[in-house]
T-cell receptor
């Protein structure tokens, strides 16, 4: 049973481009959480999704950011028109149920905006 | 909003010494977790302590929880150079309508060989 898989591990984008980050949860996990970690900071919650539903996006910026978790395939975090301030590590965690007591984190995607 | 706050923010010790990190939080919790993150890497779950537990051990790790003071401590005994990492506490919180983990800013531990 592979762990939570995130790709790419590193992503470089120029300002104004789009970034697409993928997260494949562990087998049997239908709950996905996305977190962002700025340099020298802790992880900040962005969005919580179940299959085909956004449950809680209270931590996600209202503009340029979107997330989805389709019936088939990985969860996608999409950042449009990236700016330098979007440079961060983005982690996803998956869980078999709501809450993160049984969650597993991926290795993260490090986004650098140049 | 930030829930857990680790203290100290950075700690440098010699191999073999013990390292103690503290975490304070603000609201009621069901459980508290500690994670480790090596530089530039992902999170590794270390230990979970439930609100009705006062102490828990796992190998060289000892975690205590004082719900009356809303604080927890992580003790690493007989530290090794490989323990060098950032350590985060995380508490469960219901915010924005769903339960989620709220992380502190982390504490950077350096173990010198």
């Amino acid at each position: 049973n592979a762990g939570v898989m995130q790709n790419p591990r590193h992503l470089v984008r120029r300002r104004g481009q789009e970034a697409r980050l993928r997260c494949s949860p562990m087998k049997g996990h239908s709950h996905v959480y996305w977190y962002r970690q700025l340099p020298e900071e802790g992880l900040k919650f962005m969005v919580y999704l179940q299959k085909e539903n956004i449950i809680d996006e209270s931590g996600m910026p209202k503009e340029r950011f979107s997330a989805e978790f389709p019936k088939e395939g990985p969860s996608i975090l999409r950042i449009q028109q990236v700016v330098r301030g979007d440079s961060a590590a983005y982690f996803c965690a998956s869980s078999p149920r709501q809450g993160l007591t049984e969650a597993f984190f991926g290795q993260g995607t490090r986004l650098t905006v140049v | 909003s930030q829930q857990g706050e680790e203290d100290p923010q950075a700690l440098s010790i010699q191999e073999g010494e013990n390292a103690t990190m503290n975490c304070s939080y603000k609201t009621s919790i069901n459980n508290l977790q500690w994670y480790r993150q090596n530089s530039g890497r992902g999170l590794v779950h270390l230990i979970l302590i439930r609100s009705n537990e006062r102490e828990k051990h796992s190998g060289r790790l000892r975690v205590t929880l004082d719900t009356s003071k809303k604080s927890s401590s992580l003790l690493i005994t007989a530290s090794r150079a490989a323990d060098t990492a950032s350590y985060f506490c995380a508490t469960d919180a219901v915010q924005g309508g769903s339960e989620k983990l709220v992380f502190g800013k982390g504490m950077k531990l350096t173990v010198n060989p």
